[in-house]
């Protein structure tokens, strides 16, 4: 299910849908939004999903919060001294008429500190915010996702 970035502010902040059409130009778009479940007594999870940018400007998510945790991050990836890392990143680019993808592995809204265990079939609410200062909220069903490889997987102080 895709949930139009505008769309999703305006029901947020009360608008409802009949507002809709009129900031449908803004083009962004959130897929298939969703959180790692993780096991009983796991401090930390990820949100991933795709966010499509269609319109004529570059934009960035620079921020995310998110009641199920205590801290939310904008991660990723990285090779460092042979070890695969997550380090915060501050930004995340989204240029005009691209789709980047958070996924397991790369780019990705991180959870710390819980507040409640994830189990499938449950959900999270996520709020993100963009760098012209709006912000979207949607929420992302916890689905069980496969591990990675954790061979040299570090993850900073976390």
């Not at 769309?7 to 959180?35: C, E, K, M």
Request: aromatic fraction near 4%; avoid cysteine; hydrophobic fraction near 40%.
């Amino acid at each position: 299910m895709r949930k139009t970035l505008a769309a999703a502010w305006l029901i947020s902040s009360g608008f409802g849908l009949f507002g809709q059409a009129a900031l449908a130009g803004d083009a962004l778009n959130v897929g298939d939004p969703y959180a790692r479940a993780v096991p009983p007594g796991q401090p930390n999870s990820a949100v991933f999903m795709q966010i499509e940018n269609g319109g004529s400007e570059d934009r960035a998510l620079v921020s995310a919060q998110s009641p199920a945790a205590d801290v939310v991050e904008l991660h990723t990836h990285r090779m460092q001294d042979g070890m695969m890392q997550m380090r915060r990143v501050e930004r995340i680019a989204l240029p005009a008429g691209e789709t980047v993808t958070l996924e397991p592995g790369g780019l990705h809204v991180m959870l710390i500190g819980l507040k409640q265990q994830l189990s499938p079939g449950d959900e999270v609410d996520l709020t993100l915010g963009l760098d012209d200062g709006s912000s979207v909220v949607l929420t992302a069903p916890v689905r069980k996702v496969e591990p990675m490889s954790m061979k040299g997987h570090e993850h900073g102080a976390h």
